[in-house]
T-cell receptor, first 114, second 115 residues
Framework: DSGVTQTPKHLITATGQRVTLRCSPR?????VYWYQQSLDQGLQFLIQ???????AKGNILERFSAQQFPDLHSELNLSSLELGDSALYFC?????????????FGSGTRLTVV | AQKVTQAQTEISVVEKEDVTLDCVYE???????LFWYKQPPSGELVFLIR??????QNEISGRYSWNFQKSTSSFNFTITASQVVDSAVYFC????????????FGQGTELSVKP
């Protein structure tokens, strides 16, 4: 157990729907990162939050949004889902806002859009 | 722009063979950090090693060793006496000092170790 908890582990939904992925960081970690892993794009950085504030943004679609709550858990919202959004979504956390020391990944949420 | 290239998409070896996974990176920054992660069939990403750009010492951890060469922008990973449990996808990644910790991943190398 890495200490980073992602729920749900699997999600199957239809095109056009909206889903929310949840991440609880490791105890004491202030920063949360979201990554998408797909066959064609590989592992892509989506967005980072540090202590409730957005810190960095990657290739995140406008249909996707995220937030980090006061208790430091984070949610990634995916809306108007398309078949191409099917992927493994990882959350990771680190103590600081800089990932120089590496960070700990959760086990991922596998999203299937049908 | 920064980039990480893992040219070997798939490698297949027989147990007890040594295997080297290549990683070449591109950045103009002088301060950066390199990582290797392992993704076993179960899907999670497991941290293996971190190296900063000022530390070119090679590192050995059990059967694993890493060779960092700034002159060739490479950070290669060798598994000695491979085992079936080493079968996984291995990712090399790069982050810069002032990028907020965003990791730039290579495409990964799928290693298959056959008994």
């Amino acid at each position: 157990d890495s200490g980073v908890t992602q729920t749900p582990k699997h999600l199957i939904t239809a095109t056009g729907q909206r889903v929310t992925l949840r991440c609880s960081p490791r105890s004491g970690d202030l920063s949360v990162y979201w990554y998408q892993q797909s066959l064609d794009q590989g592992l892509q950085f989506l967005i980072q939050y540090y202590n409730g504030e957005e810190r960095a943004k990657g290739n995140i679609l406008e249909r996707f949004s995220a937030q980090q709550f006061p208790d430091l858990h984070s949610e990634l919202n995916l809306s108007s889902l398309e078949l191409g959004d099917s992927a493994l979504y990882f959350c990771a956390s680190s103590v600081t806002g800089e990932g120089h020391y590496g960070y700990t990944f959760g086990s991922g949420t596998r999203l299937t859009v049908v | 722009a920064q980039k990480v290239t893992q040219a070997q998409t798939e490698i297949s070896v027989v147990e007890k063979e040594d295997v080297t996974l290549d990683c070449v990176y591109e950045t103009r920054d002088t301060t950066y950090y390199l990582f290797w992660y392992k993704q076993p069939p179960s899907g999670e990403l497991v941290f293996l090693i971190r190296r900063n750009s000022f530390d070119e010492q090679n590192e050995i951890s059990g059967r694993y060793s890493w060779n960092f060469q700034k002159s060739t922008s490479s950070f290669n990973f060798t598994i000695t006496a491979s085992q079936v449990v080493d079968s996984a996808v291995y990712f090399c990644a790069l982050t810069l000092y002032n990028q907020g910790g965003k990791l730039i991943f290579g495409q990964g190398t799928e290693l298959s170790v056959k008994p």
